[in-house]
């Protein structure tokens, strides 16, 4: 490790400050210092970007969000798709040791064993068995075919720790006035072939983790030449500097953008109750007070393009106009009314920001329309409702649906829409796999503990004289390609 931080501070000599290609590139991510202190399987953005930065998993991501080598420099699939065999790459550990394929795979099931009780974990359940083939080569044995099994190994959270520290690509340091600088870990210096132009093509990055407001301000004022981090809370203060100008991004993502049910007491314990507040929101309205064009709203749990889409269940309530949708809904919360029971004001979790007080605004008008009134509570609050603004990982109907599973969301759930899930999970056949996942997305739509709204957001600032920065349908962007300068 020693020789990393000498080879980081000898980079930083070299560069200097200031934006020219010659300095560190400054970098802006939306958040807290709390990010650099966090581990374990549930991650803040920020903290992704700063894992997947400094901690390597077999493979990665590159600007683009396709798939890299990282820890493993080749991989073949076999067996149709149920075995996936990894050969890693000739370098060293951080104690200076060789890459084994033994450690790795312990490191790797102790990755997978805490992922136990997430979404994430869910998404590799099919795995059967990480093993060692040969002192180099490793293998993933697979219950049944699961084709996005190297973006989920890509993940930050499937980074490996070898004696609590990564091998790279990247060291983090923090200078005196706590600045801190992420730096590109020579080749030679994790074991790798030597690159004759790295001095000239590598620079540093200053991160500095900060609030929105202040983020923007510093991009603005000509401190930062990337932002990164914005999301739908905070993509209004993006429209201080134009979102039609070029130096603002938006990410293609697919995910899930609405609100989960998180108690189940009283009025919101009958399903039929808590899909009147999905029938009474107008969506389309809720949209339109963010002015961005081609934003679409849904009612659909899974996007209706990802891959395994049978395109069999449609948007709700397709026969009715809003005014239809409003008065049953009405005539439901009327009926609760009416029967002796109350309906106390609903408590929404979100975080602060211009952007969720326009969503909190347009569903204050909808829900007041059926006789319910509504009122913001912290986004980590005890809550009836709260909002949900999560990007997928991978474009498949599963990652909505172990979403909503009832490993995950405990207030509301189907225990059938998990079975059927499961048994899509074994299916090996394409077609009878996506039918199940159909049917889970109908069990679990009508248990009606989550009330879609639209895709989520992803924003971005970034100066055209930057590189290694593209939009990408997974929100967010991984930071070691913006420290290599282009040849």
């Known amino acids: ?22 300095g560190a590139l400054p970098v802006v991510v ?17 903290a992704q970007l700063l894992r997947a930065a400094t901690f390597e998993g077999l493979v990665g991501f590159d600007e683009q969000g396709r798939v890299v080598p990282a820890l493993a420099d080749r991989w073949i699939v076999t067996d149709n798709g149920r075995s996936y065999i990894f050969r890693l790459r000739d370098g060293a550990m951080p104690d200076g040791k ?61 980074a490996l720790a070898f004696g609590g520290m990564g ?125 961005i064009g081609g934003w679409q709203p849904t ?16 948007e709700r309530w397709g ?4 005014d239809e949708r409003r008065a049953q809904a009405a005539t439901r919360v009327n009926a609760w009314k009416g029967s002796g029971g109350a309906i106390p004001t609903l408590n929404i979790a979100m975080p602060d920001g211009p952007g969720s007080a326009y969503v909190l605004e347009q569903l204050r008008a909808d829900f007041a329309k059926i006789g319910l009134s509504v009122r913001q509570v912290g986004e980590n609050d005890r809550a009836d409702l709260r909002l949900v603004d999560i990007a997928a990982r991978y474009g498949r109907a599963t990652w909505f649906l172990n979403q909503l599973s009832c ?24 077609a009878e796999r996506a039918a199940l996942l159909a049917e889970a997305e109908a069990e679990i739509t009508a248990a009606n503990g989550f009330i879609p709204i639209a895709r989520p957001m992803r924003w971005s600032m970034v100066r055209g004289s930057v590189s290694g920065f593209a ?3 997974w929100g967010w962007h991984p930071l070691p390609p913006m420290a290599w300068l282009p040849r």
Do not use: W
């Open 1 to 22: 490790m020693a020789r990393k931080l000498a080879a980081i501070a000898l980079l930083l000599a070299a560069g200097g400050c200031g934006q020219d290609h010659g």
């Open 30 to 46: 939306i958040g807290d210092g709390a990010a650099l202190k966090e581990r374990g399987p549930r991650l803040s953005p920020p």
């Open 98 to 158: 060789r890459i084994s394929a033994e450690v790795t795979v312990a490191l790797l099931r102790k990755a997978i064993a805490n992922l136990k009780g997430t979404a994430l974990g869910l998404d590799l359940a099919a795995i059967d068995e990480v093993r060692v083939m040969a002192d180099r080569v490793i293998e993933i044995d697979l219950g049944a075919p699961v084709p996005e099994l190297l973006a989920l190994l890509a993940q930050p959270e499937l």
């Open 167 to 291: 091998t790279g690509p990247m060291a983090l340091t923090r200078q005196p006035d706590g600045t801190i600088v992420l730096g590109l870990i020579p080749p030679k210096a994790r074991g790798l072939p030597e690159l004759a132009d790295f001095a000239q093509r590598a620079r540093p990055l200053t991160i500095t983790l900060a609030p929105a407001g202040k983020a923007v301000s510093l991009f603005d004022d000509g401190y930062a030449d990337v932002l990164l981090g914005g999301r739908i809370d905070t993509i209004p203060l993006a429209g201080r500097i134009g979102l039609t100008r070029g130096n603002v991004q938006l990410d293609p993502v697919i995910g899930l953008f609405g609100l989960v049910v998180d108690r189940t007491s009283g009025f919101l314990g009958a399903a039929s109750n808590r899909e009147a507040l999905s029938m009474s929101i107008d969506r389309a309205a809720l949209l339109a007070r963010f002015n």
């Open 299 to 314: 009612t659909r749990i899974v996007s209706p393009d990802v891959e395994d889409d049978l395109g069999t269940i449609g």
């Open 319 to 322: 026969a009715m106009s809003l």
């Open 407 to 430: 490993t995950v969301q405990k207030a509301v759930c189907s225990p059938a829409g998990d079975e059927r899930t499961a048994e899509a999970r074994r299916a090996n056949d394409p």
């Open 471 to 473: 939009a990408v349908p």
